[in-house]
Every structure is written in C-alpha cells, then in structure tokens.
C-alpha cells in the first residue's frame, strides 16, 4: 500500500468526478508500514468527504510534512467551517478518525479556517 500513490488517486477523483479544486503536497517517501500508511489513507478520506458533505467544500489542500520524525499532515477546506462544539459533540466519523490517529500514538485536531472553512492537523510519529 502506498499513501502517496493512493492519495493521488483520490486527488484526481475529486478532480475528475466531483470537479473539486484539489491539491497535495505530500512526500515521495514515508517510512511507514503499509498498515499505518492505510489507516493514515482513511482518516484523510473522512476528512475529504466531510469536507463534501456537510461544508460543501470546493477546494480542498492536502498538506503532507516530516519535522521532528513526525509525519504532519495538514487537510483544509474553504466550507462552511466546523461549528467549536462539534467537536465535542463528535459523530461517529470524528471519532473513528480519533481512534485511528490513536493507534498510531498520534493526535488530531480540527480548528476553524480562515476566513472559511476547516483545518485538520494530524501529527503522527515516524517509527
């Protein structure tokens, strides 16, 4: 399983099938097994499909860095935003999300994006 490959591919779909304006800046290579790499893959597709469905996003910015030995991944949007107490009132997507970051020992975060939109931050230590 490749993260960078797969992300790609979900960047063109956005593109091909849903005319989102989407980009990634991601690495060509992150030392991670494929089974982390997955469930990295599937916590950026649930932030990518609640940027659709509940901002009704247009564009969308996947941002991927290694600081520290820690990948940093950096998904925006330019919807509607993330009402404060959502997070707090987590669906069971969010929390999926958070438990997944969780079994790879690292955190995510969901902060309001100016002036629209969202900003999910994961940061995740490189084994």
């Known amino acids: 399983f490749s993260l960078q490959e797969n992300l790609q591919q979900e960047i063109s779909r956005l593109h091909n099938m849903l005319q989102v304006n989407a980009s990634?800046?991601?690495?060509?290579?992150?030392?991670?097994?494929?089974?982390?790499?997955?469930?990295?893959?599937?916590?950026?597709?649930?932030a990518i499909q609640n940027c659709l469905k509940h901002a009704s996003a247009s564009v969308i910015n996947i941002d991927c860095l290694v600081q520290n030995n820690r990948l940093r991944m950096r998904i925006t949007d330019n919807g509607k935003g993330m009402p404060s107490e959502a997070v707090s009132k987590a669906g069971s997507g969010l929390l999926h999300m958070q438990e997944r970051i969780a079994l790879l020992k690292g955190n995510i975060q969901w902060h309001k994006h100016v002036p629209s939109g969202t900003i999910v931050e994961l940061d995740i230590p490189l084994r």
């Open 24 to 46: 990634l800046e991601a690495l060509t290579d992150i030392s991670l097994h494929n089974d982390q790499q997955l469930i990295i893959f599937r916590v950026v597709q649930e």
